[in-house]
C-alpha cells in the first residue's frame, strides 16, 4: 500500500501551500487609466477652445475703460481689452481680442461704440455703466465687405441703419443742448420718434439733429409744428408746495430729448424739412388741441385735390350789397363737382349774375336742371383724372376730411347718424367745409362731399 494512499489512516494531513501575491503583473492598470482619461479629456478640450484673433481699435479718449473690459455684440461676450496704450499724436490705442466669428464681422463699416445708460419704454440698458466697469458694443459691418485690421471707437452709437419708414426731419440749433443720438421724441409726452444723429453743419455754425418720426406718426408733423428741447426733469418751488420735480421721461433725463407741438392750419411736410429747436416751449403751443392724422390712414393715390372756390353775387336793394361764398370742388371726368349751393345762380342776384372764381378764372353760373344735391358744370381746363372710386357711408366711421392739400381725421364719434343719413358736426376745422371731400380711411373711397351747415351740422353729400 503507497504510504500516499488517503485510505491508509496513518498518513499525514499535508497543508495546503499559502498564496503569494506576483510583483511582475498587469495590476497598476487599474489605477493608471482614470487618470490617464483625466488627461487626455484635458488635452482635448485645451486643443478645441478657439483661438482669439488680437486687432487694435483707436479712440480720442480712453473712456475709463481698463484692461479685461468685455466686448459684446448683440448681448453676447465676443471678446476684451486686452491693452491700454497711448500715442503719440494724443490718441488711445486698444488691443483687443474677438473670437474668430466677431472677427469675421468687421467689415469695412464696423465699429466699436463705448456701453452708455440708455432707458425707453421697452427697457432699459446699459445702466452698469452708471457703478460697474466700461464695456464696450461691437457694430458688425456688411457682410461681404472687406475686412479691417483696425477698428474706431466711437464716443456714443452709431445712428441705425436708414429705415425705408417714417418720416425724417432735420432741427436746427445753436448748441448741442445735452441731446445725443438715440434721445426720445415726444408728442405730448408719448415717444414717437427719436434723434438718429447729430451733428455739426458744414460751416460749423450751428448744430443739426436728423430727427426720425415712426411710420404712422408722420401726420403728427406739418409746417406749423413747432420743436423744443426737454431735460426731462422739472423743478417747481413754491411757498405752499415746497419743491416738486416732474420727470417728464427718465430717458431724456439721461439722453436729452426733443417734444413738438403743431398748431392749426399747417400742410404735411416731407423728408428733408427742416425746422428750429427753441430752449422752452411757449404756452400757446402747448395749448394747441390740433386734429392730425395718427395711423396709417388710407391710400390717396387716385383722389382729386378739392380746389377752393368763390361763389359772388349782389344782392339788390336800396343799399346793393356785395354776397360771398366759399367752398370747395372736385375735378374728375372733364367736370367741376361740387354741392348744388356753390354752383347754381344764386335765387334774387342781381341782373341774375352769379359769379364763380376758381384757380384764377370766373365763371358765369346758371340754373342747373335736376335736383341732385351733388352737381357739375363743365371743366374750364378739361383733361382732368377719370372717376373716383366712391361708396356709400357705413353710417358714422373713420374717415379723412380733405379741405385742398390738407388732410384731417375725422373719428366716429363726430358723425351724427339720423337714418341712412350723416352730419358732421360743425367747427371741426377753421375755414369753409362746403364741398370738402370725406374719404373712408378703411379704404380710400369717397364717401361723398360735405353740404351746407345747417343747425351745427354739415350733411354727407353722396357723389351721384
Known amino acids: 500500500m503507497s504510504t500516499d494512499d488517503p485510505s491508509d489512516p496513518t498518513t499525514a494531513v499535508r497543508p495546503l501551500p499559502a498564496a503569494v501575491p506576483s ?39 480712453g473712456y475709463e475703460l481698463e484692461e479685461g473690459a468685455v466686448i459684446r455684440l448683440s448681448g453676447v461676450t465676443v471678446g476684451e481689452v486686452s491693452e491700454v496704450a497711448m500715442e503719440t499724436d494724443g490718441r488711445v490705442r486698444f488691443g483687443i481680442e474677438l473670437d474668430p466669428v466677431a472677427a469675421a464681422l468687421c467689415t469695412e463699416g464696423a465699429a466699436l461704440h463705448v456701453v452708455r445708460p440708455r432707458v425707453s419704454a421697452s427697457g432699459a440698458t446699459g445702466l452698469g455703466a452708471l457703478i460697474g466697469p466700461r464695456s464696450l458694443v461691437l457694430v458688425a459691418g456688411p457682410p461681404g465687405g472687406s475686412r479691417l485690421d483696425s477698428l474706431s471707437v466711437l464716443d456714443e452709437e452709431p445712428p441705425r441703419a436708414v429705415r425705408p419708414e417714417g418720416l425724417r426731419v432735420t432741427l436746427t440749433s445753436p448748441q448741442r443742448q445735452g441731446i445725443a443720438a438715440g434721445a426720445p421724441v415726444l408728442f405730448r409726452g408719448v415717444r414717437v420718434g427719436e434723434v438718429e444723429e447729430v451733428r455739426l453743419s458744414g460751416d460749423a455754425t450751428a448744430v443739426l439733429m436728423t430727427v426720425w418720426i415712426e411710420p404712422g406718426a408722420e401726420g403728427l408733423v406739418l409746417d406749423t409744428s413747432r420743436w423744443w428741447e426737454v431735460s426731462g426733469v422739472e423743478l417747481g418751488l413754491s411757498l405752499t408746495g415746497g419743491l416738486n420735480v416732474g420727470l417728464e421721461s427718465l430717458e431724456a433725463a439721461l439722453t436729452g430729448g426733443v417734444a413738438f407741438a403743431t398748431g392749426p392750419g399747417g400742410k404735411a411736410v416731407g423728408t428733408g424739412a427742416t425746422f ?155 375755414g369753409p367745409l362746403l364741398g370738402a371731400l370725406v374719404v373712408a380711411r378703411e379704404d380710400g373711397a369717397i364717401l361723398g362731399l360735405m353740404g351746407q351747415a345747417g343747425d351745427g351740422l354739415h350733411p354727407l353729400l353722396p357723389l351721384p
Open 276 to 430: 428750429e429747436l427753441q430752449p422752452e416751449p411757449r404756452d400757446s403751443w402747448l395749448e394747441w388741441r390740433t386734429p392730425l392724422v395718427l395711423g396709417a390712414g388710407a391710400d390717396l393715390v387716385g383722389v382729386p385735390i378739392p380746389v377752393l372756390a368763390r361763389q359772388r353775387w349782389v344782392e339788390p336793394g336800396i343799399l346793393d350789397r356785395r354776397r360771398e361764398r366759399e367752398g370747395w370742388l372736385v375735378s374728375y371726368s372733364g367736370s367741376l363737382w361740387g354741392p348744388r349751393v356753390l354752383l347754381e345762380q344764386v335765387d334774387g342776384a342781381r341782373d341774375g349774375r352769379t359769379e364763380l372764381e376758381v384757380r384764377g378764372e370766373r365763371l358765369v353760373l346758371g340754373d342747373l336742371e335736376g335736383e341732385s344735391a351733388v352737381v357739375s358744370i363743365a371743366d374750364p381746363r378739361d383733361g382732368s383724372a377719370a372717376a373716383p372710386r366712391a361708396r356709400s357711408a357705413r353710417g358714422g366711421e373713420a374717415s379723412l376730411l380733405l379741405l385742398g392739400e390738407r388732410v384731417i381725421p375725422i373719428e366716429p364719434s363726430a358723425w351724427v347718424v339720423r337714418g341712412e343719413q350723416c352730419f358732421l358736426r360743425a367747427g371741426l376745422a377753421p
Open 23 to 61: 510583483r511582475g503583473g498587469l495590476g497598476w492598470i487599474a489605477w493608471a487609466l482614470p487618470g490617464a482619461t483625466l488627461v487626455l479629456t484635458v488635452l482635448l478640450l485645451v486643443s478645441a477652445r478657439p483661438e482669439t484673433i488680437a486687432m487694435d481699435a483707436v479712440a480720442v479718449s
